[in-house]
Nanobody, 119 residues
Framework: QVQLVESGGGLVQAGGSLRVSCVAS????????MGWFRQAPGKEREFVAT????????NYADSVKGRFTISRDNAKNTLYLQMNSLKPEDTAVYYC????????????WGQGTQVTVSS
């Protein structure tokens, strides 16, 4: 029922910044957490960051800690990922997803938005 749509991707030079967004529509109740994941060509999808919807507790992959910031605007049903000091290794399709409880898997994956970092 919940639809997730990512946007904000693009081409940036190394060291630059970009903010991607994810808008949730439909039934947005009963969301425990939302997260960002990414997938580079030929590689498995990997965890980037998560945030609990009510408390705002965050977790980050070591590779992005200190550079990326995940946030959410509950009133707008929108998830954000502010990416600073981008590196070519950050190039990937970025996806958002939601988790309905702590012990349930992420679901309702969006279509993804491409982020390309040039050197």
């Amino acid at each position: 029922q919940v639809q997730l749509v990512e946007s904000g991707g693009g081409l940036v030079q190394a060291g630059g910044s970009l903010r991607v967004s994810c808008v949730a529509s439909g039934g947005t109740f009963n969301i425990y957490s939302m997260g960002w994941f990414r997938q580079a060509p030929g590689k498995e999808r990997e965890f980037v960051a998560t945030i609990t919807w009510s408390g705002g507790n965050t977790n980050y992959a070591d590779s992005v800690k200190g550079r990326f910031t995940i946030s959410r605007d509950n009133a707008k049903n929108t998830l954000y990922l502010q990416m600073n000091s981008l590196k070519p290794e950050d190039t990937a399709v970025y996806y958002c997803a939601l988790q309905r409880s702590l012990f349930r898997q992420f679901e309702s994956w969006g279509q993804g938005t491409q982020v390309t970092v040039s050197s």
